[in-house]
């Protein structure tokens, strides 16, 4: 029986689907381990604040609702709810003061949003309300950088466990604003835009159209929807993406940012119990700017860390997906519907 090959929705990228060997969940399961609430070596736990730079934006609780405070550089907020900071190994940093900006210098922001004051609070697992201080602290962060004369595109992403990069188990995200559009997004942005032209439609509307009645669906509320991609590369990859039309994260309102945090909660939540908390990567792509928002549709792209790549893909950039998307979608909404409600 032949594979199938099959072209992403919007990028010239290939996948042979291996629909004859397909693999099962159980082959991707990992061995049970545990991760405690706190530890007293990690940088990102309470009392420990000083191991970090001062943080650029922290929750407090305060009587009337949330208070949004800075640290200085004597000074660290304790009692947060989320906090963020920069990040120690920064990939991209601020130009100095005074220096204009140069064109070839990494200038931008890399910055570590620490999610919950509990170390093993992550999303599959968070309370709803703490998943809604996260998503607001992406916004603030989002809002803020955007505004950067040298920013032009600022990438929100997370790494889960260390096979996916992640060095702190901490639960913790990362926000890096770039001087350029990098080329996943812009090549996705070039795409919708082409489409737009000719049909007067956006392409991800019309793509969650025609997912929500397929086999790859996962799961949906009210505000989101989930489905592994048609032409998903990595085993049991799905997509999350607003129904109505958004471009970036700022366009959310209260009720959608809850539907949000619900939508991560449950997804992410099938697949640690689907998997036994595997390791994965996921990250929003959004529209870089007011001119772009109507074109393109802001989704969150959740890649589980479950295969090598090897020469093949490093010497082609075609991949080969030994779970089919509609399996993975199958096994997905099975689990899901035997979570335990809260
Ligand atoms: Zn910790
Ligand atoms: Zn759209
Ligand atoms: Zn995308």
Redesign the pocket.
Known sequence: MLNDIRKDYLLDRWVVIATHRGRRPTDFTRKKTTTSRRDSSCPFCPGNERKTPPAVLVYLKGDGGIIKKADTNGTRHQGWLIRCVPNLYSAFSPPERGESFKAGKAVGHHEVLVESPIHNEHPGVARISQLIHVINGYSDRLRVLLKKPYVKYVSIFRNHGLDAGASLSHTHSQIIATPIIPPTPHNELEA?KKFHKESG??????V?QKERNSPRFIWENESFIAFAPWAAVHPFEFWIIPK???GTLLELQHKTVEDLANALKTCLGGLNSLLNDPPYNFGFHMAPNKETKK???WHLEVYPKLTIWAGFEKSTGIYINVVPPEDSAQNMRQTIANLPQD
């Open positions: 919708c439609n956006c392409i991800l509307c019309e969650i109505e039309h958004q074109l393109y549709h």
